[in-house]
């Protein structure tokens, strides 16, 4: 079936600083991929959703300034978290839309990110 | 947007026992309810779905109802087996096919052996 890698699996960082988090479709294309957010033993909120070629939408409450998303190729999105802080810390996990094949959206393993 | 609840939050049964877990949704625009299961730390697999031309859909020991009157879907798990136990969520797509998935607050099961 359908794989979307997520890279990294974890990382720790300093307040302040910035997080990259790529989502990549391995054997599809994905003209749209998903950005969610899961606190522990909570639900998938969805953050936004990432257009190839064009801006991201993004859901009530997500600052856009804070989580930059990029989606520069069919097989590529890209989510930077902005000047972390400790409230940032969660799972992210992104999800690819095979809408050829199959119109399912398939899960990346999620990046575990804490901010110190 | 869509709203998704899901019922119950813990289900505990026996081995062998059936589970069900039953889901409503807002919007009467919605589609398609596919179903996750999620280990641990893992990323949610898909375990089945159902778009709204069909009532019910079967694939061995797990099955999913929808009744778009009442606007309420329904995971049903047969006789149930340790590897079970897991975080099921449901979901609603508010568009045509699997864009923009909206979850309900997932379901946590545990197969007693």
């Known amino acids: 079936g359908a794989v979307v890698s997520q890279h990294p699996s974890w990382v720790i960082c300093k307040s302040g600083t910035s997080v990259k988090i790529e989502c990549r479709s391995l054997?599809?294309?994905?003209?749209?991929m998903f950005w969610y957010r899961q606190f522990p033993k909570q639900s998938l909120m969805l953050m936004a959703t990432?257009?190839?070629?064009?801006?991201?939408?993004?859901e009530q409450g997500v600052e856009k300034d804070k989580f930059l998303i990029n989606h520069a190729s069919l097989t590529l999105s890209t989510l930077t978290v902005t000047s972390a802080h400790p409230e940032d810390s969660s799972f992210y996990i992104c999800s690819a839309f095979d809408w050829e094949v199959t119109d399912t959206q398939y899960f990346g393993p999620g990046t575990r990110l804490t901010v110190l | 947007g869509e709203n998704v609840e899901q019922h119950p939050s813990t289900l505990s049964v026996q081995e062998g026992d059936s589970a069900v877990i039953k889901c409503t949704y807002s919007d009467s625009a919605s589609n398609y309810f596919p179903w996750y299961k999620q280990e641990l730390g893992k990323r949610p697999q898909l375990i089945i779905d159902i778009r709204s031309n069909v009532g019910e859909k079967k694939d061995q020991r797990i099955a999913v109802t929808l009744n778009k009157t009442a606007k309420h879907f329904s995971l049903h798990i047969t006789e149930t087996q340790p590897e079970d136990s897991a975080v099921y969520f449901c979901a609603a797509s508010d568009q045509t096919g699997a864009n923009n998935l909206f979850f309900g607050t997932g379901t946590r099961l545990t197969v007693i052996p």
């Open positions: 990432s257009n190839e070629g064009s801006k991201a939408t993004y």
């Open positions: 054997d599809f294309q994905a003209t749209t």
